[in-house]
């Protein structure tokens, strides 16, 4: 009896990511103009895959502050990289063959913070502010805080996504300003 060979049916490598991100609030998938996939929060990048040459095969290209990318590298340089054309961004490649899920959740969590914050200062709809305090909120249910009034409130001061907005007439003179400050 002979066996027939089994068809391999190609593995996606953004499969896991893209079910991942599409875990947080306002992510969609798309793609971009050379067709490969990407995720975006209120119409920014937030990760996709590598296209450039100077990248590995098989690399998500994750936007990161320059302050946690450092930490990333040195942490994991196996999964973490940067490659010269990338360097001057604030991004960092991870190698999709070696990180897990909960890291990947992780890195793109971080990502999905600041792409928010960039999306609010092109003008975001108030949505993306109602999307932060849930956030916020689903981070201190994870950290298992006691107080979730402190819990959020701490997280927001570490939060860099939007600042307040200041309502004319509601805690201010004629002229716009605060007259407690």
Request: net charge positive; hydrophobic share 35%.
């Amino acid at each position: 009896m002979t066996r027939r060979p089994t068809r391999q049916t190609p593995v996606d490598p953004f499969g896991t990511v893209r079910t991942v991100g599409l875990a947080l609030p306002d992510v969609e998938a798309t793609t971009r103009y050379d067709g490969s996939p990407v995720l975006k929060v209120g119409g920014c990048f937030m990760a996709g895959l590598a296209t450039h040459p100077s990248a590995e095969p098989e690399t998500l290209v994750v936007r990161v502050g320059f302050e946690e990318r450092e930490w990333l590298l040195a942490d994991a340089p196996e999964t973490y990289y940067v490659t010269d054309y990338y360097r001057s961004y604030p991004i960092v490649l991870v190698r999709l063959s070696r990180i897990d899920r909960d890291a990947l959740r992780d890195v793109l969590s971080v990502s999905w913070r600041l792409t928010l914050a960039k999306a609010g200062k092109r003008g975001r709809p108030r949505s993306l502010d109602r999307l932060k305090s849930e956030y916020l909120s689903q981070v201190c249910q994870a950290t298992s805080r006691t107080s979730s009034r402190n819990c959020v409130s701490a997280a927001s001061r570490r939060s860099s996504v939007g600042e307040p907005r200041r309502v004319p007439g509601v805690g201010s003179d004629a002229a716009g300003r605060n007259p407690r400050a």
